[in-house]
């Protein structure tokens, strides 16, 4: 497709469990966000690549949250022993340039019981 | 570092009125401002951009914004309103300066009723 995909669209699952999100940028898109949304709050910055490296990982809340970009495209947001806190919606964007707006997918759901 | 103030969480309005939603901003060094608009169960959405140039800025749906340096705003407006524009809006700013986090706001929610 033509955006940005993220699947799950929804996951739920247990306090500690282990989660993997996943994001395909627009084609060609060097720079892919994180966010992670909380309900009724804006999105929070998590962290950024440029290209395969963590351009800027200061708004990951923890150490149990990482995020990896291996080839420079797909990105997975690993969350370990996940907290009931942790539930929300995590945004993924893409920006093709500096200056780019940032386009989003529709969002992976999480929820922990 | 920079920061966005939404000061209204939410705004109602009827439909066919003008409405504005007011954001301020924070940053010690030159910016890039957004509004997003959020449907319900949806992704965010570009309403518009001011990068530079003109400080009226024209985006989708009928809205416009206006960069005001000296104030430190990004207000969003739209002059007449209608049912499908109820929705979540955020303000975002982003440090000109190579690639930059997007920060944004906490945003306010408009409510349009006939």
């Known amino acids: 497709g033509a955006g940005v995909s993220q699947t799950p669209s929804n996951k739920v699952t247990e306090k500690g469990k282990y989660v993997e999100l996943r994001c395909d940028p627009i084609?060609?898109?060097?720079?892919l966000y994180w966010y992670r949304q909380s309900l009724g709050q804006g999105p929070e910055f998590l962290i950024y690549?440029?290209?395969?490296?963590?351009?800027?990982d200061s708004g990951l809340p923890n150490d149990r949250f990482f995020a990896v970009r291996p080839e420079g495209s797909v990105s997975t947001l690993k969350i370990q022993r996940t907290e009931r806190g942790d539930s929300a919606m995590y945004l993924c964007?893409?920006?093709?340039?500096?200056?780019?707006?940032?386009?989003f997918g529709e969002g992976s759901r999480l929820t922990v019981l | 570092a920079q920061s966005v103030t939404q000061l209204d969480s939410q705004v109602p309005v009827f439909e066919e009125a003008p409405v504005e939603l007011r954001c301020n901003y924070s940053?010690?060094?030159?910016?890039?401002l957004f509004w997003y608009v959020q449907y319900p169960n949806q992704g965010l959405q570009l309403l518009l951009k001011?990068?530079?140039?003109?400080?009226l800025v024209k985006g989708i749906n009928g809205f416009e914004a206006e960069f005001n340096k000296s104030q430190t705003s990004f207000h969003l407006r739209k002059p007449s309103v209608h049912i499908s524009d109820t929705a979540e809006y955020f303000c975002?700013?982003?440090?000109?300066?190579?690639?930059?986090?997007?920060?944004f706001g906490t945003g306010t929610r408009l409510l349009v009723s006939p």
């Open positions: 964007a893409s920006s093709e340039r500096e200056a780019g707006e940032l386009f």
């Open positions: 084609s060609g898109h060097t720079a």
């Open positions: 690549f440029q290209g395969t490296g963590a351009a800027d």
């Open positions: 940053s010690s060094v030159s910016v890039y």
């Open positions: 001011y990068l530079s140039g003109s400080t």
């Open positions: 975002a700013v982003r440090e000109n300066t190579g690639f930059q986090k997007l920060v």
